[in-house]
């Protein structure tokens, strides 16, 4: 039985896509476009650096999330052409800063710990980027720990990444499911050995790499039907 | 001075997009959609399978090029809701097993031939499915060696990968000048250690992470002009 249940954060517990509204509101007509290339470019970003230099050690490419984030942007608005001057990028970045969690994601870690389950998030997002987000989202009573892959300085999927939680917590694999929206993210955590629970919010096909996710659902609150 | 001038293969001699044409034959209106998705996915399981496991030796979820091409044009028929049948799914793999090469790739190689350089490929690809492209566009005659990542099992930008122009040829990294379409390759290539060539055929902005590229120019021709 599952001790410790882990989820991604960016995507799973926040809504990334939720930052289309407010570029839609500056660029009208390409917010949903840019929140969806922004997205993408960073996770791009991500690997670019881990895979140049997969050195356990840390990547000597290495830079924070929120440093990649804004990278991200900047790249997408030149290649959208669009106008990012220094007010833009910062009232977009200060929203990022504090996503909006989806609408099941506090009161699924507040039954999970009723449970007497431990509750962890495992994410890429620099440690003061996920601090802030899991304050103004008033997670914190319920996550035992808040751990990033800034430790490693790898982003997923590489293995060391993963490992953070066996490090984090007296617990052994087959004792923690892994919970996320992305099914790289899932396909990188299921190689490394952890059960895994893909949120399918918007009903899309399973990689076709990989392991196929444990369990499947359509929303965070899906993963309590477990138990 | 460079002795070696080492090419990128797919969309930098061979245009990966023209896919699109025999696509919008099968889907109509879909078809740009489907080579530029296939494209993504199939490059973003390259990078899965080598970040969850960068061990020198090879992953041990390397798969061939030729497979995670199919694999990643299944995904997004699913994706797209499009019927893959088996003979339209040959149909396509047929097509890009003998990919178009760029107007100018012939020229340029022979040309740099008769400047005296030694000239490779060095490419995700598998080895069956380079010698076929290169085979079915005459670009034989004008290359030393093509060189694939298939022998170390770790696909670009892995270092391993770049690693393996140096143990082909003779010739230190500085007097190596890769040649790539794409700015991710550009990126790996120039953190390894290569001067780097950006054909830019779109005009598009270069990456926010790495190092800006040596040389760039709208069309491979430009290579030319270095010498």
Known sequence: ????????????????????????????????????????RQIEYTRLVTMSD????????????WELTIRSLRYVCKRMKLDLNTATENRLMDQY??????????????????????????????????????????????LDQVVTVEEVKLFKTAPQSYQLLLDAFSVKKDEI????????????????????FWVNRQGL??????????FEGNSLSKVLEIF
Do not use: C
């Open 1 to 40: 039985m599952y001790k410790l249940i882990a989820f991604d954060a960016y995507g799973t517990l926040f809504d990334v896509y939720s930052m289309g509204q407010l570029a839609e509101s500056i660029f009208p007509g390409q917010g949903e476009s840019l929140a969806i290339m922004w997205r993408d």
């Open 54 to 65: 997969p050195n356990p050690a840390g990547s000597q490419y290495y830079l924070p999330f």
């Open 97 to 142: 800063a504090k996503l909006t969690a989806f609408e099941d994601s506090l009161s699924v870690l507040k039954q999970l710990k009723e449970l007497g389950m431990a509750t962890a998030i495992l994410s890429n997002g620099s440690r003061e980027m996920l601090e802030t987000v899991v304050q103004s989202n008033h997670l914190k009573p319920y």
């Open 177 to 196: 499911l892994f919970v996320s929206s992305n099914a790289w993210d899932a396909v990188g955590a299921s190689w490394f050995g952890l059960d895994v």
């Open 205 to 214: 096909p399973f990689e076709e790499i990989g392991n196929k996710p444990n």
